[in-house]
């Protein structure tokens, strides 16, 4: 019998989305934002927010960073559901309901905030609610400045689902 790990994170690389191998909206996304002009990522963030989750810089312990935003259509908010999509506390942010999803998830978001996008490939399983999962996804997180001469920086994140499937 052929077993396989429990989870797979692995970059793949911008490449393979600018040779079309990626999810079509993701591929749309990264292009917008790579061929904006400086200072213009703000315009260029608007049409994908239904489908983005916006997270801090700040990584802590070396977990992702909390996230703020939650798009209505976003991939996270298709798998974790509406009520999680809300923070309780705004001011500290979003975590993955799956612990071990966010230590899984963690190396893309440090790739991104040392400066190269980070586009790769998930599948794992996840529990949430008291019910497991095994997802496959593509994503694709890149770190942005809303201003050329902010200071400020967050990671944008989109994540599409390929595959989400309950297991027993």
């Not at 927010?49 to 209505?72: E, R």
């Not at 994503?139 to 400020?152: C, E, F, K």
Request: charged share 20%; aromatic share 10%.
């Amino acid at each position: 019998m052929l077993t396989r790990p429990n989870a797979l994170f692995t970059e793949i690389g911008t490449q393979a989305i600018e040779k079309g191998l990626a999810d079509p909206m993701l591929s749309a996304f990264y292009e917008s934002l790579m061929s904006a002009p400086a200072g213009g990522v703000q315009e260029r963030l608007k049409p994908y927010l239904p489908h983005l989750s916006l997270c801090s810089d700040k990584m802590v312990g070396g977990a992702p960073p909390p996230i703020f935003y939650v798009g209505k259509e976003s991939g996270q908010r298709t798998l974790f559901g509406e009520d999680w999509a809300v923070p309780s506390s705004p001011a500290t942010g979003l975590r993955t309901p799956d612990p071990d999803l966010e230590t899984a998830s963690a190396d893309g978001y440090r790739a991104a905030l040392e400066g190269s996008p980070y586009y790769g490939y998930a599948r794992t399983q996840v529990h949430v609610n008291g019910q497991s999962y095994e997802v496959a996804f593509e994503r694709l997180i890149l770190a942005v400045r809303p201003a050329l001469t902010s200071q400020i920086r967050f990671c944008a994140y989109l994540g599409v689902i390929q595959d989400l499937r309950r297991t027993l």
